[in-house]
């Protein structure tokens, strides 16, 4: 109830409206962050039936089924495993109510209406996720570089003349190379934590 009072007074429509931080406690989607993991939110768009709410490691929409409705679903979707990519930003007409913002994350797409005299921070929202998008698009050429070239290495040991007695343990001596090159390879290069781009870019 409090929660509703709360949304009605920040004067919300169908259009979203992007909060301020002083008021992120007043939303449904604070009451999902995992705020003990150490989570942040750094972005929150809300409209009467819908929040979308942007943390240092997820999106956390909360999908309304309609404005009278009270029913809500929870979809999380993590940076590190739902990859961003087609990162549109659409400006306004002159009789345009509203700017949007348009993403895939993962298979699915988010085409988000926002006041158009809140356009100034919308951008900062856009280039955050631009910059996601590319940390994780390079993060993984880099990984599947590692990959290949530890099957390459593998596959040239196969056919190689080595002695039949030899063979078993440079095959194992080379995957436990392998398996703990490629540990570390993934965890330099897959980044799952992005508060430092969200506090480069947004300027609340």
Not at 46 to 66: M, P, R
Not at 123 to 142: F, P, Q, V, W
Not at 150 to 156: E, F, H, N, P, T
Request: with cysteine; charged share 30%; hydrophobic share 35%.
């Amino acid at each position: 109830m409090f929660k509703k009072i709360a949304a009605d007074a920040l004067g919300l429509s169908d259009i979203g409206k992007i909060i301020s931080p002083a008021d992120y406690d007043k939303t449904d989607a604070d009451d999902y962050v995992m705020h003990e993991d150490n989570e942040k939110i750094y972005f929150l768009i809300k409209t009467k039936a819908d929040e979308y709410c942007f943390t240092n490691l997820a999106l956390i929409h909360v999908d309304g089924d309609s404005a009278i409705s009270s029913k809500r679903t929870l979809k999380r979707y993590t940076y590190s495993q739902h990859k961003i990519s087609n990162v549109l930003l659409e400006t306004a007409g002159k009789i345009d109510m509203d700017v949007e913002i348009k993403f895939h994350i993962g298979n699915q797409q988010f085409d988000i209406d926002v006041r158009k005299d809140q356009i100034e921070q919308l951008k900062d929202l856009y280039k955050s996720l631009l910059r996601i998008a590319e940390i994780t698009h390079h993060n993984e050429i880099y990984t599947n570089m590692a990959t290949q070239s530890l099957d390459k290495a593998v596959s040239v040991l196969q056919n190689s003349r080595t002695d039949d007695s030899q063979l078993a343990d440079t095959y194992k001596g080379l995957t436990e190379f392998g398996f703990e090159w490629l540990a570390s390879t993934r965890e330099k290069y897959h980044t799952s934590d992005f508060g430092s781009v969200f506090e480069k870019y947004i300027n609340n």
